[in-house]
């Protein structure tokens, strides 16, 4: 369709406007075009290893798919529940079919919505890809890499818990430095009352002469006495 087909129809011309707000491109080829086809690229990486931009594409069948997301294209329309039905045999032994019993089982699968006019489609697809790819990939960073809610949240965790368990031991580091100095004094003073002791039952029976060179070791450091 490119920009001249966004002109034929008010509601085509709102779809456009709200495309160049969100840096969305038309990039159908006439081939694309003239099959009905309409094809968006969006301002937006994908979580694919290819890390292309996200590629949306409306087709005439009724479908929406994400083109460049997967292995292969993928499915964007709602889903309903839809009954069906299937004939009851009898089997024999070998599981081998007999007869039908008359009967009918049913089971619910999902079948998608198609959206059978155009305009319904780009709406649609305005809209999914406001919430899917715009709003849900808000933490989109400038390079195209993709980071989840979640991971987010637990790298704030994590780097919160590793802060609080680093200032945590900051502080047991400064307790047991504190009492290493606090046991240090307590040992030195009582060494240096023991000597004071030594030394005044020494003087009080005339024997500082020889005691001249008289020292201590103290924590690996020689303290000279008298």
């Given at each position: 369709m490119n920009?001249?087909?966004y002109t034929s129809d008010p509601r085509y011309s709102k779809v456009l406007d709200d495309m160049d707000l969100l840096g969305i491109t038309d990039i159908s080829t006439t081939r694309q075009s003239d099959n009905g086809?309409?094809?968006?690229?969006?301002?937006?990486?994908?979580?694919?290893?290819?890390?292309?931009?996200?590629?949306?594409?409306?087709?005439?069948?009724?479908?929406v798919r994400n083109q460049n997301s997967a292995y292969s294209n993928y499915q964007l329309n709602k889903c309903k529940s839809v009954d069906r039905y299937y004939k009851d045999y009898n089997y024999d032994d070998n599981y081998n079919v007999q007869e039908w019993t008359g009967k009918y089982n049913k089971y619910t699968c999902k079948e998608r919505i198609l959206i059978p006019?155009?305009?319904d489609r780009l709406e649609y697809m305005l809209k999914y890809c406001v919430k899917n790819y715009f709003i849900k990939r808000a933490n989109q960073v400038a390079n195209g890499d993709f980071v989840p809610k979640w991971?987010?949240?637990?790298?704030?965790?994590?780097?919160?818990?590793?802060?609080?368990?680093?200032?945590?031991?900051?502080e047991q580091g400064k307790d047991r430095c504190c009492q290493e100095v606090a046991d240090f004094?307590?040992?030195?003073?009582?060494?240096?009352?023991?000597?004071?002791?030594?030394?005044e039952r020494i003087t009080e029976n005339n024997y500082l002469?020889?005691?001249?060179?008289?020292?201590?070791?103290?924590?690996?450091?020689?303290?000279?006495i008298i």
């Open positions: 920009r001249k087909g086809t309409i094809v968006w690229r969006l301002p937006v990486r994908n979580s694919w290893r290819n890390g292309k931009l996200i590629e949306i594409a409306s087709f005439k069948s009724g479908m006019i155009e305009i991971q987010v949240e637990s790298q704030y965790k994590h780097n919160e818990a590793y802060n609080n368990g680093y200032a945590h031991g900051l004094r307590t040992e030195s003073e009582a060494k240096i009352l023991i000597l004071e002791k030594e030394i002469e020889p005691l001249k060179n008289l020292s201590v070791t103290v924590n690996g450091e020689r303290y000279k």
